[in-house]
Nanobody, 123 residues
């Protein structure tokens, strides 16, 4: 499966952005999708994840209540609505697919990754 992330950009603190991740196709091995981010000099950080079936979600504490992950099964697309953005949210955001039947948070649990989209939040 190929993943294409989009929607990043420059926004002021307090603003909003919506990221999209389109999957070229869904396979029986893709049970859930996740968003991760990587700030300069830091490792990949889990942001949010959602199951294709049932829509169970999981969020990092740092984004809980500000970010919302959703999916459109018909379009094979996952979204990340980011509100009340903070400068510390600045990072390259990646979407990824996992064959795990649980909504997992570890990067090594994900099998396919998109190319990343840059989000910059100015203070």
């Amino acid at each position: 499966v190929q993943l294409q992330a989009s929607g990043g950009g420059l926004v002021q603190a307090g603003g909003s952005l919506r990221l999209s991740c389109a999957a070229s196709r869904r396979t029986f091995s893709s049970f859930a999708m996740g968003w991760f981010r990587q700030a300069p000099g830091k490792e990949h950080e889990f942001v949010a994840a959602i199951r294709w079936s049932g829509g169970s979600t999981n969020y990092a504490d740092s984004v809980e209540g500000r970010f919302t992950i959703s999916r459109d099964n018909a379009k094979n697309t996952v979204y990340l609505q980011m509100n009340s953005l903070k400068p510390e949210d600045t990072a390259v955001y990646y979407c990824a697919s996992t064959s795990s039947m649980r909504v997992v948070v570890a990067p090594h649990e994900y099998d396919a990754w998109g190319q990343g989209t840059l989000v910059t939040v100015s203070s």
